[in-house]
């Protein structure tokens, strides 16, 4: 009789020689990375487990369909992203000027790529994605949300405080910082490296505040504070 009392047992269904919290997050890496460069629609189970160096039959343990994994996948990237923006958030409602509340919300929202360039990219395609496959437009399309209202309610504040003109166009300059930290996520995910975007956010607050340009052409120039 062979002696199990010191054989421990794996879950049920589990494969062999595997270590579940490892597997199940080596799954989400190479997901997030399929997804990414092929979209929602061409990415396959089995491209998934050649880029997590698994079987197929690993990722079906753990997702039982592509959909599950896509939604647990932007589940588990949105609560990272969601850290980020509140820690960001934060700090800029510490700042006075809104320049200085835009420019430490970027510098936040930036080290989501620092750890792990694929959620870059995994932000970017979900957008992407969402016009694809009008059943994940929400989620994403949400993402934009949350950063369009921080962008608006910086603006507004700073009309009332007298910091910004009254005759601003609120909803324009809100699509304008959107639109510029959509291309940074491109840039971070695509393009260049975590430093080269911390210099691209310098310089933007450096053009926010005016003091990009010289001459006598930079005095005239509006401002957004």
Known sequence: MVDTAGVQRRGRGRPSGSNGSDTRNKILRAAREVFSEVGYD??????????????RTSVNHYFHSKEELYETLFDSTRERIDSVVRTGLRKADAENGVVERISTFLHAAVNIDSADRSVAKFI?????????????????????????AFFLSTLESDVV???????????????????V?????????????????????????????????????????????
Request: net charge negative; no cysteine.
């Open 124 to 148: 970017v395609a979900s957008l992407f994605d969402s016009f694809r496959n009008p059943e994940f437009g929400s989620r994403a399309l949400g993402q934009l949300d949350e950063v369009r």
């Open 42 to 55: 061409a990415a396959t189970f089995k491209d998934i487990a050649a880029r997590a160096d698994i079987t």
């Open 181 to 225: 930290m959509w291309g940074m996520s491109m840039y971070a995910g695509f393009v260049g490296t975590n430093d080269q975007l911390e210099s691209v956010v310098d310089q933007f607050v450096e053009l926010l505040a005016g003091r990009l340009f010289e001459g006598p052409s930079a005095e005239t120039e509006p401002r957004l504070s």
């Open 161 to 179: 405080r007298g910091t910004l003109r009254s005759d601003a166009d609120l909803t324009a300059i809100t699509e304008m910082l959107v639109a």
